[in-house]
């Protein structure tokens, strides 16, 4: 039996979590939830889940909060946090993406969206500790080294045909391990892993916007910052003003 990849659910919602859970379940991911950001901090630390879908309103200890406090503790600095939330005015997913958050998806979701940034942010290889490699599928094992190569050549990627021969596949057995895992084809995953990348670049790195442009392949700047904006409903130059305005309320 393959291992499960594992999804920390947290929202005081029974109606959104039912939801979540089958829809997640059926992707044949392992599920935890909690109702509230304290069971959260204890459950991630006790778990180590492989990523966290919260919500941000909730009674208690909010969302905010909780991702500030996973991403001040080593044992669960590294899980990825994506929001799952009606709070989705841009002052709050910059408020989010601040706090620690790897995503944003607003409710009411989309099914199809949140498998597919699910997905994204689920990275396999490196998952599976070295006794349990045996029982790694060959998809996995293609899957691995698809994205390894596509991120490599992040600015340059080869064409289907080029990548599948590279991986002695085919183009339609590539499309259909990265639909299966990811919820979306190849380019699609692509097209996602380098707006993650340049959100990280953006607000955690002061390289210019052209920089990052070309780093990761964009035809030009103009055309970056139109991906960015329709991706994160911002440009990079407000994610960093707004970040920068942030930081600099919490030090006073």
């Known amino acids: 039996m393959e291992p499960k990849a594992h999804v ?30 304290h069971q959260a ?12 879908l919260m919500d941000i309103r909730m009674p208690g ?10 991403k001040e503790n080593s044992l669960t600095q590294a ?31 989309e099914a199809l969206e949140v498998v597919a940034r699910v997905g994204v942010h689920l990275p396999r290889e490196d998952k599976f500790p070295a006794h349990l490699d045996s029982l790694v599928t060959r998809d996995d094992r293609l899957l691995s080294a698809a994205q390894t190569l596509l991120r490599s050549r992040i600015s340059t990627p080869p064409g289907l045909d080029e990548l599948a021969h590279q991986l002695k596949s085919n ?12 919820g979306q084809p190849v380019f699609g995953w692509l ?3 380098r707006l993650r ?18 780093c990761l392949g964009y035809s ?26 942030i930081a600099e309320a919490d030090v006073n």
Request: charged share 25%; with cysteine.
């Open 8 to 37: 920390l659910l947290v929202d005081d919602s029974q109606t959104d979590l039912r939801v979540l859970i089958d829809l997640l379940s059926l992707r044949d991911l392992f599920v935890s939830i909690a109702i509230n950001g």
């Open 41 to 52: 901090l204890l459950l991630a630390e006790s778990l180590q889940p492989d990523l966290i």
């Open 61 to 70: 200890v909010d969302g905010l909060t909780t991702c500030r406090r996973l």
């Open 79 to 109: 899980i990825p946090v994506i929001f799952l939330t009606a709070a989705n005015e841009l002052p709050d997913k910059l408020e989010g993406f601040a706090a620690g958050a790897v995503d944003y998806i607003a409710k009411p979701f």
């Open 171 to 182: 183009r339609r057995r590539l499309n259909d391990v990265f639909q299966s895992h990811c």
């Open 191 to 193: 097209r996602e892993e």
């Open 197 to 214: 990348q340049a959100y990280r670049l953006v607000s955690q790195t002061r390289l210019a916007f052209s920089q990052i442009s070309d």
């Open 220 to 245: 030009s700047p103009a055309n970056f910052t139109k991906a960015f904006r329709q991706r994160f409903d911002f440009t990079p130059s407000e994610i960093r003003r707004r970040i920068s305005g």
